[in-house]
């Protein structure tokens, strides 16, 4: 049996990473927003030449990638000499997922952008869990890591017939 790698993205990814990029998309809060594969692409192509800003990870298990995070350096809005990475998604296969395999993948995943981030010199990793897809196991996931909540990621969606409540 293959085991699970994880390493950056090169070029020869981009068709299975956009590939799994727009499942999570279509299954997250925001599917009824279409899927830019520009501004994919866009992002994608951060990681490949701006790696010293933009991490992409991908696990794989033997050719398949089974999941991926997207991942950039900066800092605090308002504090000085702090730096900061931000993860804006991992997003690991729905036929995975639900499976040991891939809280395997997903832990891989954390465990590398934690090394990058050290690397980088930052201070601080947060992970943004913005999807809506399934928060309680996100949740259960990072709380199992030692993580904390910093708060709570709320959403409305706004339409001419109801608008936001409140």
Aim: with cysteine; glycine share 12%.
């Amino acid at each position: 049996m293959s085991k699970l790698r994880v390493e950056r993205v090169v070029e020869a990814d981009r068709g299975q990473i956009c590939d799994l990029a727009r499942l999570a998309h279509e299954e997250s809060f925001f599917a009824d927003i279409a899927f830019s594969e520009a501004k994919f692409f866009k992002a994608f192509d951060n990681t490949l030449y701006e790696s010293d800003t933009y991490l992409g990870l991908k696990v794989s298990l033997g050719d398949e990638i089974i999941g991926f995070c997207y991942a950039l350096l900066g800092g605090y809005y308002i504090g000085a000499n702090a730096k900061v990475v931000t993860v804006i998604t991992i997003a690991i296969a729905p036929a995975t997922r639900s499976r040991i395999l891939g809280g395997k993948a997903a832990l891989r995943l954390t465990h590398g952008v934690e090394i990058w981030a050290k690397g980088m010199g930052a201070a601080y990793v947060l992970y943004h869990a913005t999807s809506g897809t399934n928060p309680i196991s996100s949740d259960r996931f990072f709380r199992k890591l030692g993580m904390m909540t910093l708060g709570g990621n709320y959403g409305v969606r706004l339409n001419s017939e109801s608008g936001a409540s409140g």
